[in-house]
């Protein structure tokens, strides 16, 4: 079992950034792709980066160019840099053991980092 807090999160103007991280704990970090997502108001949670075990990076097409996602196995932790933020970035996010090319996840949701874009 792996427990994800996620922290970092804030009230920003449109324009400005945030890096929020997530902490795991549990001995098997190293081995999953990890995920940061997002759950806008009223709309289901979705997928917007992700991380494999040897670094390589996907990103949805929304936030390309805007976000990095990086992990640091040592500390067990994930980051994401967000900038140039935009009001539709507004949710709250959260990180998790992603399953392979699916949309599913292997853990329990942590409470998440709450993002607030104003314009």
């Known amino acids: 079992q792996v427990l994800f807090v996620e922290s970092g999160g804030g009230l920003v103007q449109a324009g400005g950034s945030l890096r929020p991280s997530c902490i795991a704990f549990?001995?098997?970090?190293?081995?999953?792709?990890i995920g940061w997502y997002r759950q806008a108001p009223g709309k289901g949670r979705e997928l917007v980066a992700d991380v494999s075990t040897s670094g390589t990076t996907n990103y949805a097409d929304s936030v390309e160019g805007r976000f990095t996602i990086s992990r640091d196995n040592a500390k067990n932790t994930v980051y994401l840099q967000m900038n140039n933020l935009n009001p539709e970035d507004t949710g709250v996010y959260y990180c998790n053991a992603k399953i392979g090319f699916t949309n599913a996840v292997y853990f329990t949701w942590g409470q998440g980092t709450q993002v607030t874009v104003s314009s």
């Open positions: 549990g001995s098997t970090f190293g081995r999953y792709v």
